[in-house]
């Protein structure tokens, strides 16, 4: 049974993100990313990791997601936007696209990952173990990304505050 | 440590004085820290955190030596930037605070002991990079410019992500050391191959090297001419230090498929970054191109010298980055003043500007490798170290294309001791006279004496 | 410890290459959107979805490996992701006051 | 006397006209040149001819590198550093006849040429040599690219230094293979002339070497960058190109090569000596065709040079010996002609033989000087070119005998074209009945080359008793092994 929900989140997340990538309209290659995003969510879930799950589903789907929406509503974007797009390059970049995927698929298909999941720590993915985690090992990594969330803060601000001279 | 720690607070006492309208403290106030900066780590100074660091960064020497030489360069780089930006800048001070920021994560790239920490690093080095190429809002080949740096950027990053976390899923750590042991019990897997190579072609995009080299020359170009100093030398020098670190980690094993990766890639970057060089008719983008030569040339050290080479290289990038700030400064002086951006627009510059052509008549010919000028010697160690490691036929091809290359400089110094006055004089201040006295000064004392500074360096 | 839990049951029954199979196909499948498409906000999005797929990589093989750093490692993936986002859209918002268009070659001024 | 005088007196000289207030820059490097002279003059005088070396500095400098700033000098570089300090009094005294723009960095750079050259000849160690070679260009460079005239000199100049650039980088390499041979880093030529290198390996060493000297000499194909840069420098800078420049890269093969890698030459000395022979008569047949004054000279020096080459490499104590007669007899010989051609220059404003002829009868005394000069470049009996020319002849005919053929008939082309040239503009009809005899000042330093050029002529074993010793310390240890 959970086999086969992993098959279903699997097939819902890589069509989905197909169709994401194929859209005209940017606000539907949103929405149907978000659907992939749910999936994975999905998948977080069914892997133990509850914590991540729902911090995947604040971050990105909350956040991150409703940014993107917000740009395109705030550009007026959601009318289909004409790209002109060649068709050689529609085919050389699914060409890539594959023989990437192809290239990595059969580097590890020799790969024997070796592990027996029989002792599995059911509770690795705690909020409480991730917290103890997050700020011990890795403590200076966390502090660290604050200065990398001040950049980009600093960054959005020079971006688009209005100059005085606009004025 | 303390350095990391200094430099944050500075960066944040640069936004601050933006703030409170005091701009004039941001720079003297950022280059006492960066000083401050120096003496800690060359007096050793860096604290015992050992307790909070979980051997997540490591400050030995290698790591020592490049904060050296990439907060040094920096020093360089804040005057020079005195000079392109006006004070009357609106976001001045967060300009500021964001080069600090992309300095902290050089620091980070260049000790890193952990995956996580590379990664960090690479993405706090350049996520204040693509703010500060676009920040120059109305100018659309800035717009352009920072956009695509951070669309190869992030393009990369996801690689380096796939690639930590590939060998991350072989020995189930991000610990150096940890999958050091692993490496040594278990052998290698064919997973930590996939993931050792996607982690090098990010570095290779970092570095601009062929074939990951396509969005530099635009980027140079399009950015603001101090950010593209830094590009050119901050950033590579931090960038080399991460990679030296990395081979240094993965070097005894499979020794010679990386050799043979990067001895392709060194070479073919040299010969691209020469030739293309060759028909550029806009200074910024020959400075470009020749950065580029440049670092198929180190790679040649690192893949002859392994872990021996940082010497090597922290020689070769502080000369070149300390001629390539001088080249940018009197560019950046040209353009502002006259408008002209060309190659052919400088001839006849030592007719009324005699202090600006010697100085970029010392930086052409330190990046052609005369001696006794600092290019010179940091040419010199990179052939020395592959003749030395047996690799002869490198040092042949290094040199080859350093004689095309040096067609360019001599092509640039050809214009500028030419006749004609089409420039006028430009009007330059005491203090900016004195900068470009003391970058001459360091190119040539560089070059009598090298063993001072390499000394420093090893 | 000895009881057969659910998640037993389901890691049994799904072996990792599968998880790591999935991941690299999300991850193609994104370098393919960033390659293809020239709407920006489409590059973008399909630049998020290859940072999905190394999170889901990660987190399988921090369950498989049952260590709780790949987990770990996620939460950066995700802060990254979101300082790059807002980077990306501000400047994607900029470069729209300014050309009034999201097509990547739009700004095509400096040739390669 | 101590050798470093002759470095620091021109250099000092240089900084001086630089960074004086005022404009002293003719008086200041003129006193500096003779200066140095009288210096030189000074240090043969005193200078003991069963002497090997005489090292007078000797300063470790970068030691990570074992490279020592330490120079010396034995009868070699003794001659080779009279020849350069001469040609640089010549050439600062034929500044003095025409108007240079800038002129303090004008002299400045010829005297920084001049310390740059006395540097290579007195180094002591390889690679403070490779420093000063590489030096010796800059200013070179800069030369010619301000005052050089023509159209091309831009692309000429650029071709001149990016051709010297090649061949010293590679000769850089096969130094830096060479002075790490041993455990510690060391390029002290003592050092350097111990070393026990295999076969296979001098072969590399010397094909680098001689790439660079190939060059610059230069020798047969590497001589394309030479007409261009002689013709379109100014007077003074081709005179110090061909007075010393080519000499320094004969030097090297003699300080360098031979003792270095005798083996190599041994074997594959021979193919340059052909090459050079080759030059000989190829520079002298394209000379037949040349209409530019200036550029017949040029290629008369390649093959002058080219025979000195030849002499060098074929490796005997006499080809050498004859070579460095002639080398001296060649900067003289060419200095003088090509300021016979400056001075007809200055008549009609070019260098075109056809537009000359009839000189002889409005000025007599230019005339027979430069009769006397055409016969030294000619190797007429009694004048300093002829000893040389035959010593390297006799040697060579000894190595092989088709090589001798081939440099012999190129030099009595090189006789018919220069007598054709000096016929055409100093005897025929005349053209112009404005003319003078040449100023009395130009008159006094061509009596001074004729003077050279006879007194050689006479005595010429001066230079061999001076070389004598060095010659033999090069060619003896491995006579003896």
């Known amino acids: 049974m959970t ?165 | 440590m303390n350095t990391i720690i200094l430099l944050a607070v500075t960066g944040i006492f640069s936004m601050f004085s933006g703030i409170f309208r005091q701009k004039q403290l941001a720079l003297p106030a950022i280059l006492i820290a960066f000083i401050l900066a120096l003496g800690m780590l060359t007096f050793g100074w860096i604290g015992n955190y050992d307790d909070i660091l979980n051997n997540m960064l490591i400050f030995d020497n290698l790591a020592i030596n490049f904060s050296l030489v990439i907060i040094f360069i920096s020093i360089f780089i804040f005057i020079m930037s005195q000079y392109y930006y006006s004070d009357d800048i ?147 020098v931090a960038v080399m230090g991460a990679l030296l670190r990395f081979m240094a980690f993965i070097g005894n094993y499979n020794s010679e ?202 | 410890m000895n009881d057969i839990t659910p998640l037993q049951d389901q890691l049994r029954l799904v072996p990792l290459e599968h998880y790591v199979f999935l991941c690299l196909v999300l991850f193609s499948i994104g370098l393919t959107g960033v390659l ?77 | 006397m101590n050798i470093l005088i002759i470095i620091l007196l021109p250099f000092l000289s240089a900084l001086l006209i630089l960074l004086a207030g005022k404009d002293y820059s003719q008086r200041i490097a003129l006193i500096s040149a003779a200066a140095s002279v009288i210096a030189i003059g000074v240090m043969m005088a005193l200078f003991d001819k069963d002497a090997t070396t005489i090292t007078s500095i000797d300063l470790p400098w970068i030691k990570s590198m074992g490279v020592h700033f330490h120079l010396g000098a034995d009868g070699l570089s003794l001659l080779m550093i009279l020849i350069c300090n001469v040609v640089t009094l010549i050439s600062m005294y034929v500044s003095l006849g025409d108007t240079f723009s800038q002129h303090r960095l004008y002299f400045a750079l010829l005297l920084l040429m001049q310390t740059f050259m006395n540097g290579v000849f007195t180094a002591q160690d390889l690679f403070l040599y490779y420093i000063f070679w590489e030096l010796a260009l800059i200013p070179a460079y800069f030369l010619l690219l301000i005052w050089g005239k023509g159209k091309d000199v831009k692309p000429a100049t650029i071709k001149f230094f990016l051709f010297t650039l090649l061949g010293s980088l590679f000769m850089l390499v096969a130094i830096v293979w060479l002075g790490n041979i041993g455990s510690i880093a060391d390029f002290s030529l003592a050092t350097i002339y111990g070393l026990e290198i295999g076969t296979q390996e001098q072969l590399f060493v010397y094909g680098a070497f001689m790439l660079a000297y190939g060059i610059k000499t230069p020798l047969f194909p590497f001589h394309s960058w030479l007409p261009d840069t002689y013709t379109l420098a100014p007077a003074p800078v081709t005179i110090m190109l061909s007075g010393v420049m080519s000499k320094m890269a004969l030097y090297s093969i003699i300080r360098f090569v031979l003792p270095v890698v005798p083996d190599a030459v041994e074997q594959y000395g021979i193919y340059v000596v052909y090459l050079a022979t080759i ?100 190797g007429v009996p009694l004048t300093n070119g002829f000893v040389g020319e035959f010593i390297i002849f006799t040697s060579l005919y000894r190595l092989d005998v088709f090589a001798a053929l081939i440099a012999g008939s190129g030099i009595i082309l090189g006789a018919v074209y220069m007598l054709t040239s000096y016929q055409k503009i100093m005897l025929g009809p005349d053209t112009d009945t404005t003319l003078t005899d040449i100023t009395n000042s130009d008159k006094t330093l061509l009596y001074c080359i004729a003077c050279i050029v006879i007194i050689t002529g006479l005595y010429p074993s001066w230079i061999t008793s001076l070389c004598d010793v060095s010659v033999q310390n090069i060619i003896h240890p491995y006579l003896q092994k």
């Open chain 3, 36 to 112: 293809l498409r020239r709407n920006l906000i489409n590059v973008f999005l399909s630049l998020e979805l290859m940072l999905n797929s190394v999170n889901l990589l990660a987190v399988s093989f921090s369950v498989y490996y049952n260590d709780p750093n790949g987990q770990a490692f996620v939460f950066f993936v995700m802060v990254v992701a979101a300082a790059e986002v807002a980077v990306g859209l501000a400047m994607l918002v900029m470069i729209y006051r300014n050309v009034h268009t999201v097509d990547i070659n739009a700004l095509n001024d400096l040739k390669w």
């Open chain 2, 90 to 236: 609106e976001h001045l001070t967060d300009l500021f605070a964001l080069f600090v920021f992309s300095i902290i994560g050089g620091i980070l790239l260049v000790s890193f002991q952990n995956l996580t920490m590379l990664f960090l690093g690479t993405e706090i080095l350049s996520i204040p990079l693509y703010i500060l190429a676009a920040s120059n809002r109305r100018n659309l080949a800035s717009n352009e410019a920072g956009l695509k740096y951070y669309l190869m950027g992030s393009f990369a990053t996801c690689f380096l992500l796939l690639g930590i976390t590939l060998i991350y899923g072989a020995y189930g750590s991000f610990d150096l050391t940890d999958i050091h042991t692993a490496l040594a019990t278990q052998g290698i897997s064919s997973l930590f191959l996939t993931g050792v190579v996607l982690i090098l072609c990010s570095f290779i995009f970092k570095l601009s090297a062929v074939p990951f080299h396509f969005w530099a020359p635009d980027v140079y170009h399009g950015a603001p001419t101090v950010l593209t100093a830094f590009v050119s030398t901050v950033v590579k």
């Open chain 2, 257 to 458: 498929k990386w050799v043979i990766l990067f001895m392709l890639v060194s070479v073919a970057t040299m010969i691209f970054g020469t030739i293309v060089s060759i028909k550029q008719k806009n200074f910024k983008r020959l400075l470009a191109y020749s950065g580029m030569a440049n670092v198929g040339f180190v790679l040649i050290a690192i893949l002859t010298a392994g872990e021996g080479s940082s010497g090597y290289i922290l020689y070769n990038l502080t000369a070149y980055s300390i001629a390539s700030i001088l080249a940018f400064t009197i560019y950046s002086t040209i353009k502002s003043q006259t408008g002209i951006d060309t190659i052919k627009g400088i001839s006849g510059l030592v007719t009324h500007n005699k202090l600006l052509a010697t100085g970029l008549l010392v930086s052409m010919l330190s990046f052609a490798g005369i001696p006794p000028l600092a290019g010179f010697f940091g040419k010199y160690f990179i052939i020395f170290s592959a003749v030395k490691a047996g690799d002869t036929w490198l040092a042949v091809i290094a040199i080859l294309t350093s004689v095309v290359a040096a067609y360019n400089y001599l092509r640039i110094s050809a214009y500028v001791v030419n006749d004609n006055n089409s420039i006028p004089v430009l009007k330059i201040t005491t203090r900016y006279r004195i900068f470009i006295i003391l970058c001459i000064a360091l190119i040539i004392g560089g070059g009598i004496l090298p063993d001072q500074l390499f000394g420093l360096l090893h």
């Open chain 4, 279 to 378: 030059g000989v008569m190829y520079a002298s047949v394209i000379a037949l065709t040349q209409k530019d004054l200036k550029r017949m000279f040029a290629y008369v020096s390649i093959a002058h040079v080219g025979l000195i080459a030849a002499g060098i490499l074929t490796y005997s104590v006499l080809g050498i010996q004859g070579s460095l007669i002639q080398m001296a007899a060649h900067a003289i010989n060419t200095v003088g002609l090509f300021f016979i051609a400056q001075i007809l220059f200055r008549l009609k404003g070019n260098f075109d033989i056809n537009c000359f002829g009839g000189l002889r009868q409005y000025m007599p005394v230019f005339a027979g000087l430069y009769m006397v000069i055409m016969f030294g470049s000619i």
């Open chain 1, 3 to 167: 086999a086969i929900l992993f098959y279903i989140l699997s097939a819902v997340c890589i069509i989905s993100s197909i169709l994401m990538i194929f859209h005209k309209n940017a606000m539907y290659s949103v929405l149907y990313l978000l659907i992939c995003f749910f999936s994975v969510a999905g998948l977080f879930v069914m892997l133990n990791a509850q914590f991540l799950s729902i911090v995947h589903v604040i971050v990105y789907a909350g956040a991150i997601m409703v940014l993107f929406l917000y740009v395109i509503m705030f550009l007026n974007m959601s009318t289909p936007v004409t790209i002109r797009k060649s068709k050689l390059i529609m085919v050389i970049a699914c060409f890539t696209g594959a023989m990437v995927c192809f290239v990595l698929t059969t580097a590890l298909w020799a790969t024997d990952f070796g592990s027996d999941p029989a002792i599995v720590d059911q509770n690795i993915g705690m909020a409480s173990i991730l917290g103890k985690y997050l700020f011990k090992e890795f403590l200076i990594p966390f502090e660290v990304s604050s200065i990398l969330f001040l950049s980009a803060m600093v960054g959005v601000v020079i971006f688009n505050k209005k100059d005085y001279k606009d004025e």
